[in-house]
């Protein structure tokens, strides 16, 4: 991604992280906390690698080694909070049925199952860590995007509907997909990482932006369902 280009997401990036963080303060985040830790965690990830990407170009061998580490442990602390999260997520959606616990178990099992066994199949540590952390990225990104699947089917299934939550599972998949995609045409063509670049960052912003509106909203206004049942409670 051209520098200029990459500074202006990462300010609309950091202004949309505010607005959610802030969103989320004024109560929220008590009903979300895994929402809230995943955002706060990419926020500070984003704030960490803002300067060494932004002149990637001219800074030295050894500041790009040290930022391409940082990128990616940042990258493997932020795929155990999105799976923390989906998987928090199907909990909170799965209270009316009454194979909750069995759902949620085989939910985890099947997610630490497939992260490792994948893992096993690319990791080479005799090449770049990019060249076999991207696939398995990839893979992880299209794991998080069937949960999502599944968790957005099980809210379109329930009897009292929980808007908000419906709006953070559309925001997720939106960038679960765009993760993957992206990440197997940079894996297939490195010719193209600067416009897959483009691709994964706006479907960043826009999952923090769809965050914004669904936390600036009254919960009257989104969970209209709960909001019945207090009144006739």
Not at 29 to 58: C, H, N, Q, S
Not at 179 to 193: D, E, K, M, T
Not at 196 to 211: E, H, K, Q, S, V
Not at 227 to 233: C, G, I, M, T, V
């Amino acid at each position: 991604m051209q520098p200029a280009l990459q500074f202006v997401s990462f300010v609309v990036g950091v202004s949309l992280f505010i607005l959610v963080l802030f969103a989320m303060l004024r109560g929220p985040w008590r009903r979300y906390p895994f929402v809230f830790l995943y955002v706060l965690g990419d926020f500070v990830t984003t704030l960490l690698e803002v300067r060494p990407a932004i002149k990637y170009d001219t800074i030295s061998a050894a500041e790009k080694k040290s930022y391409l580490i940082l990128y990616y442990w940042d990258e493997r602390v932020m795929q155990v909070l999105l799976f923390l999260l989906v998987i928090s997520m199907i909990y909170q959606a799965s209270a009316h049925l009454k194979s909750r616990l069995v759902l949620v178990g085989g939910a985890i099992v099947g997610v630490l199952l497939y992260a490792g066994i994948t893992f096993f199949i690319y990791y080479k540590p005799n090449i770049q860590m990019g060249l076999w952390m991207t696939p398995w990225r990839r893979n992880l990104n299209f794991s998080a995007a069937i949960l999502d699947m599944g968790l957005w089917a099980l809210l379109i299934g329930a009897r009292k509907k929980d808007y908000r939550l419906l709006m953070i599972s559309g925001a997720l998949g939106i960038q679960f997909t765009a993760g993957a995609i992206g990440q197997a045409f940079s894996y297939l063509a490195r010719s193209s990482v600067h416009w897959t670049g483009y691709l994964i960052a706006l479907a960043n912003l826009a999952c923090l932006y769809i965050f914004w509106q669904a936390f600036r909203t009254p919960d009257e206004a989104v969970e209209p369902a709960v909001e019945e049942e207090r009144r006739l409670k």
